[in-house]
């Protein structure tokens, strides 16, 4: 009789329902630890910043936020009880969520200057308050989950994108040497080009002569920046409610801008800040005069020059501020 042809793979041996069953304990036991991982590392980004320590130096009485127009602009070493707790390359929605734990761990503040101005509702994109992309997410891990409502922290758990944005090699860096907030890259930021009439810093007016094409003009109706701008909004009255929650003065900053007018007019802008509070301080300086254009960066950012120049004004001089009402008059007039 013929020897019995020898089974070399046992998976010949198994039924199709048995095979199956092997398939899907397979994928099961890779599948478990991969989310066991995912769901360490997210509890780790939203957990991150509650164990964080935001103390400032006790006699910090004002602190500025925003992207990098006050980052570079207020240079804090010129300024005597203050710190600039602006970020480069974000908006007001990055800050704002931490300002809570800002104010509650330092009673002794009681003023905060908020990025404000034609630049905030020019040049920020507006992203949706309730969606996001994946870019966005990873962009903002771990701070878009300090201050999250269960609600819409379910929906982040519940979308892919959420996990892509996990996945991505830049949350490495997002989570290195940040146990204290002043390990954070926050505060006082030197722009590196020599001055607006630099060959490196011509690509602002050239981006926004092509904005200015784009709309068609300088001059925008209400209806639009509602549109198109209503995130910068949404995060610059956050910002308001939460300073007075806290008893502490809000200021909207006005940081100082290169011809701006030819780009924006302040009627527009003036149509789309009236409805603000009447009494809510604003502090102006966007037609702060400088000797001549080198203090600028670009259009929107000064130099190290310019940011000691102008810090220096604040600090011998004060800080102008004045209501949204006399400001409006002051405007209307003009």
């Known amino acids: 009789m013929p020897k019995a042809k020898q089974v070399t793979d046992l998976n010949d041996c198994l039924s199709p329902t048995k095979k199956m069953k092997k398939f899907l304990l397979n994928i099961f036991a890779v599948a478990v630890p991969a989310i066991v991982i995912l769901v360490a590392i997210s509890w780790y980004c939203i957990t991150s910043l509650k164990r964080s320590d935001f103390r400032l130096s006790e006699d910090t009485h004002t602190i500025v936020i925003g992207p990098s127009t006050t980052g570079c602009a207020m240079n804090e070493k010129y300024l005597n009880r203050f710190e600039n707790l602006s970020r480069d390359g974000t908006a007001l929605d990055f800050t704002v969520p931490l300002l809570p734990r800002i104010l509650k761990e330092n009673p002794q503040i009681d003023t905060v200057l908020i ?165 809510t301080l604003i502090s102006d ?28 004004h604040i600090a011998n001089n004060g800080l102008k501020t004045q209501t949204l009402k006399e400001w409006l008059k002051e405007k209307d007039n003009e």
Not at 287 to 311: A, E, Q
């Open 285 to 312: 300086y966007e037609d702060f005069k400088f000797p001549d254009d080198t203090y600028y960066g670009d259009v929107h950012h000064l130099n190290k020059k310019g940011s000691i120049y102008f810090t220096s």
């Open 115 to 279: 990025n404000h101005g034609r630049f905030q509702f020019r040049y920020q994109k507006n992203i949706s308050v309730k969606h996001h992309s994946s870019q966005w997410i990873r962009h903002h891990l771990p701070f878009i989950f300090y201050d999250t409502e269960p609600s819409r922290l379910k929906d982040y758990f519940l979308s892919s994108n959420f996990y892509c944005a996990i996945l991505n090699p830049e949350l490495l860096l997002v989570l290195s040497n940040r146990s204290k907030m002043k390990n954070f890259d926050i505060g006082f930021t030197e722009i590196t080009r020599d001055n607006l009439n630099n060959r490196d810093a011509q690509w602002s007016i050239a981006w926004y002569d092509s904005l200015k094409r784009e709309h068609g003009g300088n001059d925008y109706s209400k209806e639009y920046l509602r549109e198109h701008y209503s995130s910068a909004d949404y995060w610059a009255r956050k910002a308001i409610e939460i300073c007075k929650q806290n008893n502490v003065v809000p200021v909207l900053f006005f940081t100082p801008l290169y011809q701006y007018d030819r780009w924006f007019t302040m009627k527009s802008f003036c149509d789309f800040i009236r409805d603000y509070e009447e009494n």
